[in-house]
């Protein structure tokens, strides 16, 4: 596997991980285990963050043809 397939499968599994960990954080408000689940919401979201910015430098070519490269031949 290259590094842009590793970089979006873990941008693509922080983005499910991130909701179903907010869920558990806010249904179990106050519990014993809610301030373990708010971590590991915490810790997707900063690796949410770090594969994101990743993505757009590892596909910046195909971004900028995308944005550019079609408003040229309009």
Do not use: D, E
Request: net charge positive; aromatic share 10%.
């Amino acid at each position: 596997m290259n590094k842009r397939a590793i970089v979006s499968l873990i941008l693509l599994f922080s983005l499910f991980m991130m909701p179903a960990s907010g869920i558990i954080v806010h249904a179990s408000h106050g519990a014993a285990m809610s301030h373990k689940w708010l971590h590991l919401h915490v810790i997707f979201g900063v690796i949410f963050c770090i594969a994101g910015i990743l993505h757009v430098v590892y596909n910046w070519r195909a971004l900028k043809n995308y944005t550019i490269g079609q408003n040229r031949t309009a």
